[in-house]
């Protein structure tokens, strides 16, 4: 006897909602089980469309009509049925790729269905910018994820999203006021989550950033060029930047801080040498005060040596219990006693790498074969650090010596986590601290 066919008995709609947990690629795969199954696909409420064969193929042109088709005959066959997530991952540009008309009336298609979870990743790989215009008018919209390498165009209605919780924008730029982002955040009143980098371009003006949200937990940003910087997030937990030098802080509130991840960077292809009392002095002892409530921070080698020029306004961090720093040969740790006196309550230091540039400003924190070595003021002996966490450990004479002095003047010490450097062949050799 023939086994039942038990699924093709299912009502559409519910074989529209399993075929929505597996790719559409698979799902589409379904319609040439039997005549019954080629209009089925129409309630599947999940899209996953990518195009990335087309870059691959050699005959990438071709390919593209068939995957133009194959999503314009979708989308009409579904008609104006909900979709819940839509994940679109194109190529467009010239040499036979996909073109932004098509593109143009997908993101549309799918805006007007009032789907929940929305991720654009558009590749463009020509010279001049695309545009896509966009109608942020969407009562259903929770997620919206935008990259990359294009402009965004907004309608004319007015933007809306009171429903959006995670905001996405990678690599992408907006035609009008240099102030867009900070109007779309006034208007997501319940949004949570926010991921910004900037759009590298060969046309850059210098832009004041103005950002609030009372809403906003947390946020990752990544400016690649200098900026006038203002920011309102009084409930904001999780804090990550990464910003150019140059750029400088007029007003940051950040009153509910927990978790903060500072990286400052150079120009690129620009050599800088920061020398103690000498510098270029940058403007951001607004942004320090607004993170001097954190529990958990997090510097770059770089933000670190910076806050050497603050050395005199840096305020005591009375809440933190970790602090986490990266180190380079390049740079000194000339501003970590002050910082470890005005961490009194530090109980977890974590440092990427122990070789950095030795000066007289290190203080007792680093071991220093230097001149100054026996007139040192002492700072780690008054530390109540109990963990000690050291990743990229190199196993060398000064990474043993640095090790042998941490674990002499820090009293508190409970705990010492070692992790070697990934090119490290020999295992560490324990017996040696």
């Given at each position: 006897?023939?086994?039942?066919?038990?699924?093709?008995?299912?009502?559409?709609?519910?074989?529209?909602?399993?075929?929505?947990?597996?790719?559409?690629?698979?799902?589409?795969?379904?319609?040439?089980?039997?005549k019954r199954w080629r209009n089925v696909f129409a309630f599947v409420y999940n899209l996953d469309l990518d195009d990335h064969e087309a870059k691959r193929n050699r005959h990438g042109g071709e390919t593209s009509k068939r995957f133009t088709a194959?999503?314009?005959?979708?989308?009409?066959?579904?008609?104006?049925?909900?979709?819940?997530?839509v994940t679109l991952k194109s190529h467009v540009g010239v040499r036979g790729f996909l073109d932004r008309a098509h593109v143009q009336n997908w993101i549309c298609n799918v805006l007007d269905r009032g789907v929940v979870d929305l991720d654009l990743?558009?590749?463009?790989?020509?010279?001049i910018l695309p545009v896509f215009k966009l109608n942020l008018m969407s009562k259903t919209l929770v997620k919206l994820r935008l990259g990359s390498r294009f402009i965004i165009k907004l309608c004319d209605q007015d933007v809306s999203l009171p429903?959006?919780?995670?905001?996405?924008?990678?690599?992408?730029?907006?035609?009008?006021?240099?102030?867009?982002?900070?109007?779309?955040?006034?208007?997501?009143?319940?949004?949570?989550?926010?991921?910004?980098?900037?759009?590298?371009?060969?046309?850059?003006?210098?832009?004041?950033?103005?950002?609030?949200?009372?809403?906003?937990?947390?946020?990752?940003?990544?400016?690649?060029?200098?900026?006038?910087?203002?920011?309102?997030?009084?409930?904001?937990?999780?804090?990550?930047?990464?910003?150019?030098?140059?750029?400088?802080?007029?007003?940051?509130?950040?009153?509910?801080?927990?978790?903060?991840?500072?990286?400052?960077?150079?120009?690129?292809?620009?050599?800088?040498?920061?020398?103690?009392?000498?510098?270029?002095?940058?403007?951001?002892?607004?942004?320090?005060?607004?993170?001097?409530?954190?529990?958990?921070?997090?510097?770059?080698?770089?933000?670190?040596?910076?806050?050497?020029?603050?050395?005199?306004?840096?305020?005591?961090?009375?809440?933190?219990?970790?602090?986490?720093?990266?180190?380079?040969?390049?740079?000194?740790?000339?501003?970590?006693?002050?910082?470890?006196?005005?961490?009194?309550?530090?109980?977890?230091?974590?440092?990427?790498?122990?070789?950095?540039?030795?000066?007289?400003?290190?203080?007792?924190?680093?071991?220093?074969?230097?001149?100054?070595?026996?007139?040192?003021?002492?700072?780690?002996?008054?530390?109540?650090?109990?963990?000690?966490?050291?990743?990229?450990?190199?196993?060398?004479?000064?990474?043993?010596?640095?090790?042998?002095?941490?674990?002499?003047?820090?009293?508190?010490?409970?705990?010492?986590?070692?992790?070697?450097?990934?090119?490290?062949?020999?295992?560490?050799?324990?017996?040696?601290?």
């Open positions: 006897m023939d086994a039942e066919d038990r699924v093709s008995r299912l009502p559409d709609e519910l074989i529209g909602c399993i075929l929505s947990f597996i790719s559409t690629k698979q799902a589409a795969s379904t319609s040439v089980l039997a194959f999503v314009s005959n979708l989308l009409n066959l579904q008609g104006g049925s909900c979709l819940k997530k990743v558009i590749t463009f790989l020509g010279k429903m959006l919780r995670k905001l996405c924008l990678y690599s992408v730029d907006f035609d009008g006021d240099s102030n867009v982002v900070g109007t779309l955040l006034s208007r997501c009143p319940l949004l949570e989550e926010f991921d910004f980098e900037e759009l590298i371009s060969e046309e850059h003006h210098p832009v004041q950033i103005q950002w609030s949200s009372p809403s906003l937990k947390r946020l990752r940003v990544r400016f690649n060029y200098d900026r006038i910087i203002s920011f309102d997030f009084p409930n904001l937990a999780f804090f990550e930047l990464s910003y150019e030098l140059g750029s400088k802080f007029l007003d940051v509130k950040l009153d509910s801080l927990v978790e903060a991840r500072l990286d400052h960077w150079l120009y690129r292809g620009e050599l800088w040498v920061t020398t103690y009392g000498t510098g270029i002095h940058v403007d951001m002892i607004h942004l320090i005060n607004a993170i001097s409530n954190v529990r958990v921070l997090h510097l770059s080698s770089v933000f670190l040596e910076l806050l050497c020029f603050y050395r005199k306004e840096l305020p005591v961090f009375d809440s933190l219990v970790c602090l986490s720093i990266e180190s380079t040969g390049s740079r000194s740790w000339g501003i970590m006693p002050l910082l470890i006196k005005n961490t009194p309550n530090l109980e977890t230091l974590v440092i990427k790498g122990l070789k950095h540039r030795s000066t007289i400003t290190c203080g007792d924190v680093c071991f220093s074969s230097g001149p100054w070595r026996k007139d040192r003021s002492s700072f780690l002996s008054a530390s109540r650090v109990k963990v000690l966490e050291i990743s990229d450990y190199r196993d060398s004479k000064n990474d043993r010596n640095q090790m042998k002095h941490f674990l002499a003047k820090l009293p508190c010490l409970e705990l010492v986590k070692i992790c070697a450097e990934n090119k490290l062949k020999v295992p560490i050799d324990i017996h040696r601290l």
